[in-house]
């Protein structure tokens, strides 16, 4: 779930985006028919001056627009570069009109990736007594809710999956730890469970399996699935040259067997994928994840949702506007997703706020970001799916790393902010737009 990415400050005007300038061309009340928008709709109360900024028109050096509220001039000649994206070819003039108040959005998806006791491997059959008392927090944050809405049990082994499933056994390409006493531990709190299959780790052997078998390694996958009731997640961590005709054959397999499923009814035909918290780490998988599978038109919707992973130092928004806004000045340019399509990684061990203080946790901090981000060139409601955590229980082998295990479990800062965000359990139908 760990990116080596760096982050890139954007400069903003304001939280609150819009494709188009200063108002919006679309209706929420179109994607969301039965609730009311009418009160909530982005519009600004006095019109820029200037006319607004629009991706396909070619702008010459010195030609000026409003853009989120501000008002830009070309520095340099150029075409599909939003201002406030890049310094070198937009100066900002200032803010030309008053912002309206931000359209919220709650969010859906508040989850844990679970690493188990032994550093992601779960090669070891747990008792479920025991396995309550290092995880009781995650079903019961005091009140008997539970503090997430998902767990991602991480992870399984590329090629164990490819060369040990079969139809008659699919648990034999799942590691021994996790049973389906354990999926239905979480499942039974009304928590969803998907299964990772890779992590950086598993990289070349997801090279090899993509090399070998990606069709099988698909099928595979969707037994798997079906077989626990979970989804799964995609975190193939090629950095360069990844093997995008095998994971298209992959993600091809899966949906044969699975279609996509937008109700979300069906939580084995849940198929998602893991990209960098920013745009500089997995840059051609992010850029054809984007075009290809996480679009909100019908036929680009072919994985539910991405996940933004933690970088170095944990998840920002200047990491995740990288995403809404893609990368335009990239050769060739990284597309924007809509925010409704990815959630933002944050870090959790058991001394952090986010686990422990939920008043100084990045959970708290973050929420307005992430709950009023508006579209920048895709999708067309405001706010990101939400939050996903790296990770529960012991994720790493280091000395000194506090295990969000008993003393150090999560009620205080994951249970705090479930109940403050009024996380839904079970997870509803996401937005598609």
Known sequence: MISRTRTLAVALGS??????GCSPDTDPAAVFPEQDFAASMITASTACAKPAWVQSTFYPRGDTVTHVYHAWRAKKANQGIPPGSNGVYWTDLGQC????????????????????????????????NEFDVANH????????????????????????????????????????????????????????????????????????????KPTQLGTNAAAIAKYFGVGIEIDYEQNTDPNLVGLQAFIDAYRSQLPYDSTGSNHAARLTIDLAAGGRYLQALNRHATSNWLGTEYGKRVLDYANAMVARSSGTPDNWQEHVDGMPTYAPPIPPKAPAKFTGG??????????????ASEQAKYRSYVETVAPNGAGTT??????????AEKPSARAGYVATTPPNTCEGGMGVAASTFNIPIPMPKLRQD
């Open 97 to 128: 009109t008053t912002p309206p108040a931000p359209v919220t959005t709650p969010m859906q998806i508040f989850g844990v990736w679970h690493a188990g006791s032994d550093y992601a491997s779960w090669w070891r059959v747990r008792d479920i």
């Open 346 to 359: 944050l870090y959790l061990k058991g001394d952090l706020a986010n686990c422990k203080a939920f008043a």
């Open 137 to 212: 927090w995650i079903i019961d944050r005091g009140d008997g809710r539970p503090s997430v809405n998902l767990v991602v049990l991480s992870f399984l082994n590329p090629l164990d999956v490819l060369n040990k499933t079969t139809d008659l056994n699919p648990a034999a390409g799942v590691p021994a730890g996790m049973t389906q006493a354990v999926v239905d531990y979480f499942k039974n709190a009304g928590i969803r469970v998907m299964m990772s299959i890779g992590g950086v780790t598993y990289t070349d052997y997801w090279n090899q399996a993509l090399a070998s």
């Open 382 to 391: 405001p706010g990101m799916l939400g939050y996903m955590f790296w990770a």
């Open 15 to 20: 939280l609150v985006l819009c494709s188009t």
